[in-house]
């Protein structure tokens, strides 16, 4: 199988102008040495009211370890003074799993042996209504990386309709040009989330072995192209394992400052996604990040851009994932499966194959009911349109 070059441009690709992102970005994780701090360094970007990226360097760092506590109480802070005691839900649907990328850690790739299926736009309405009949208000929509199978009209019908079920919509899907994001966003789409998988050049080409998806700044500069095409807002990830964690996440980081001092009217957030066990694969973590090294992470994110939202998927267990809300987490997903139909299908067993094991399968009453616990407030919608 010939592979294509990573750093070069498929016919059909956007290049964009005068975006210097995507070198700003590589640089300054290829200089990041987390292992020259100090905990004074740490100490001292705690402390800073507006903690800069050496500051936020110093968080990730392993010095930073003992500090987990004090790090906890000031994103606790901060989350308070930017979001209040709210915690936002959303539930993701995922309407096709055909993938034309061979990704070595994802169970969409096209080289894996699942049970592949499409939904119709029948299919579509129907899983929406069975997601809005239990109260959810928000929902993101997701497909594997095929725009053969889920092309952009085929998307964007998509959108329509969950814009009738729904106040938010957001989409997970494979990157587009920026015409093609400002169609799905007259098409009711208000964000886009983009996982760069690792920033790591190297380690990328490595993992991507076929499909679009190998081109590696076309997929970095995602988000840039979706605020140009109108998206209210763009969610920035690495998947934590694939590559150097420490360094993956000083670079999503550092990307998501980059985007938010160039458009500052962008909604930005934050997910973290660590690798989990796949169909035919249950061994798929070759650099294992642990919770306490996650809710670092987290912190950090926190502590450096206190205004971004962040997401706690159900890859984490339930109990991770309760203690992050109101910490650092402002956003949580509730009645999620990763198959495809698995909605409307009896016992939950779908028509396709999931992406992924998730470890958190409570319903949306059930974690609403788990947010009150600990005094917080969970909402449903935090947009309104006039």
């Known amino acids: 199988m010939e592979r294509i070059d990573p750093m070069k441009y498929l016919p059909g690709m956007e290049v964009l102008e005068n975006s210097d992102i995507e070198e700003q970005v590589v640089r300054a994780m290829e200089e990041y040495d987390y292992n020259r701090y100090t905990a004074d360094e740490v100490k001292r970007a705690l402390a800073a009211d507006y903690p800069t990226p050496e500051d936020f360097g110093a968080l990730l760092s392993p010095a930073a370890e003992p500090f987990l ?6 994103a606790r802070a901060e989350t308070r003074k930017h979001f209040g005691n ?6 993701p649907l995922y309407i096709s799993n055909y993938c034309e990328n061979h990704c070595v850690y994802c169970g969409f790739n096209r080289a894996n042996k699942i049970r592949r299926a499409k939904l119709s736009e029948d299919g579509i309405r129907a899983e929406m209504e069975a997601i809005a009949r239990t109260g959810m208000e928000e929902v993101l929509i997701l497909t594997g990386e095929s725009r053969t199978m889920s092309g952009v009209e085929y998307i964007g019908r998509a959108c329509e309709i969950a814009r009738t079920y729904f106040k938010n919509v957001g989409i997970e899907v494979y990157p587009m040009n920026t015409d093609e994001y400002a169609y799905l966003h007259q098409r009711g789409a208000d964000y886009v989330t983009v996982f760069q998988e690792t920033y790591d050049r190297g380690g990328y080409e490595r993992l991507h072995l076929a499909g679009h998806k190998r081109v590696f700044p076309y997929r970095l500069n995602a988000q840039e192209r979706a605020l140009r095409g109108g998206m209210r807002g763009v969610a920035f990830a690495a998947l934590l394992g694939l590559c150097d964690f420490r360094k993956d996440a000083f670079a999503v980081g550092t990307h998501a400052r980059a985007i938010q001092r160039r458009y500052p009217h962008a909604e930005i957030s934050f997910s973290c996604p660590r690798l989990r066990p796949i169909i035919n694969d249950d061994k798929i973590n070759p650099k294992d990040v642990h919770e306490r090294q996650l809710l670092q992470v987290m912190c950090a994110y926190r502590i450096f851009m206190p205004f971004a ?15 992050v809300i109101g910490m650092c987490a402002t956003k949580i997903s509730a009645g999620v499966s ?30 609403i009911a788990a947010i009150k616990s600990r005094g917080l407030q969970p909402v449903l919608n935090d947009y309104v349109y006039l």
């Open 338 to 367: 990763t198959g495809i139909g698995s909605h409307t299908e009896e016992e939950n067993t779908g028509t396709g194959d999931s992406q992924f094991e998730i470890s958190d399968g409570r319903s949306l009453e059930e974690v």
């Open 86 to 91: 709210s915690v936002l839900l959303f539930t």
């Open 69 to 74: 506590e004090a790090m906890a109480r000031r």
């Open 309 to 323: 939202g962040l997401t706690i998927s159900t890859r984490e267990r339930a109990l991770f994932r309760d203690n």
